[in-house]
């Protein structure tokens, strides 16, 4: 996935994207669940503690048959 195309051009990101990701773990940040990064469920789980849990609730009450869903969130969500 590329975050940006200036000119049209293809910018290779994974590299900086890393770093910044590690940067922000490192310093006590919590990703946004719905935001480009590469943690899997179990991490976001346990950065965001009960929260993260109490959302899966919610989804597999409001979201049961996963009508709203697509492989990238069942990579970060789970199934």
């Known amino acids: ?3 940006c195309r200036p ?3 293809d910018v290779a990101h994974a590299d900086y994207w890393s770093a ?3 940067i922000m773990l490192d310093s006590g940040g ?3 669940w719905a935001k480009d990064f590469q943690l ?3 991490q976001l789980r346990r950065i965001h503690d009960s929260g993260f849990t109490r959302f899966l609730e919610v989804r ?3 979201d049961p048959d996963r009508l709203f869903t ?3 969130l069942r990579s970060i969500l789970g199934d």
Do not use: E
């Open 1 to 3: 996935m590329l975050c």
């Open 7 to 9: 000119y049209g051009k």
């Open 20 to 22: 910044f990701q590690q």
């Open 30 to 32: 919590r990703p946004h």
């Open 40 to 42: 899997s469920a179990d």
């Open 60 to 62: 597999n009450r409001l």
């Open 70 to 72: 697509n492989d990238r």
